[in-house]
């Protein structure tokens, strides 16, 4: 499975921006495809999931500090995943990764098998 994300960019505290992520080869393998971010100096930390059932999007996952503010969206293909960000804020900066597992429920980096490379997001204040 490759993975490329891209959509990051500047941005002021309150504004939105949409973060994609193309997916190629063996998606139909992978049930969850995610979101992480990492800011200087910190781990790397989980945003928001997105995971199949069948051929159709089944349910999201989020970190707390995101619930409400970002959402998840797949196709049905699972070549693509987006990350719609809405009200962002100074602490939201950081470099985007999407990502994608094998197994439900994943939240922990370790439990991610395929990684794209990052887009930076920064949110000015």
């Known amino acids: 499975v490759q993975l490329q994300a891209s959509g990051g960019g500047l941005v002021q505290a309150g504004g939105s921006l949409r973060l994609s992520c193309a997916a190629s080869?063996?998606?139909?393998?992978?049930?969850?495809m995610g979101w992480f971010r990492q800011a200087p100096g910190k781990e790397r930390e989980f945003v928001a999931a997105i995971s199949w059932r069948g051929g159709s999007t089944y349910y999201d996952m989020y970190a707390n500090s995101v619930k409400g503010r970002f959402t998840p969206v797949g196709n049905n293909a699972r070549n693509a995943v987006y990350l719609q960000m809405n009200s962002l804020k100074p602490e939201d900066t950081a470099v985007y990764y999407c990502a994608a597992a094998p197994k439900v429920n994943a939240r922990s980096k370790d439990e991610y098998d395929y990684w794209g490379q990052g887009t930076q997001v920064t949110v000015s204040s």
């Open positions: 080869g063996r998606t139909n393998s992978m049930i969850v």
